[in-house]
């Protein structure tokens, strides 16, 4: 059966930056009270399980809408123990992405060799592991900027490396100088750490129930699988490692299994980056 869909929750944008922004387009977030939330509660977005975090006394499910979603209806589904599910639906909008056209030196980072490859192929299995991650501690969401610096390139762009078109741009990059320490963007733990193709040396946390982070292009890596994490800990250094045209972060976010529009999970305001060093 169908509930209203004022269950949705429409006045976060007014509340404190701790929780994230309610975005209803593609790469964007929903948001969803749950005033009947029990710890046996699944609650699931077009089919997939997403995360459900504590704020004040309610319960809210976050879920990831995937950046080729089609606008118009998206349900999420609320099974409780007692065998009812409840559905109730939200409407995504339309949002056109601008383009990027970018120029990259090293022509094998757009036009890999047959060895790359094979190393690419390898390196994706890792990736989609990290990805599809789900632990069952209650998720972080007090997400903090992982550096400051100005935003090179926001989320969903789509781009063209040397003028031919690639996947969209799934993360926001942070202009900052080599070696600029990263901090993690909340509590977790860190699932995947190493160098890849495109993404030069890299690190996933997650959070809590499908709740994931990911930097990408560092000079150094700090951490290791398995090591716990404090939010604002630092677990490497800005660079420009895989496919770049300068030093940044490429910060990325995870929610059940989708690449999501960071900016969403961020405070409005950055720290200075005098604050940063
Ligand atoms: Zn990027």
Redesign the pocket.
Known sequence: MFTSSLLLVTFFSTLAHALPEQSLVPGGIALLGLPDYQPETVVRFDGKRVAVFPYEDSWFAIAGIPLNAKPGDHHFSIEHHNGITLKTRIKVLEKKYAEQHLTIKNKRKVNPNEKDLKRIALERPRKRKAKSTRTDAVPDVDFIWPVSGRI??IFGLRRFFNEQERRP?????IAAAEGTPVKATAKGTVIEAGEFFFSGNMIFIDHGQGIISLY??LSRIDVKPGDSVDTGDIIGTVGQTGR?TGA?????VIANQTLIDPINMLPKNQPSAELNQ
């Open positions: 090179s390139s741009h799934n993360g926001l990059d990408a292009h770049v940044h972060l490429h910060f990325a």
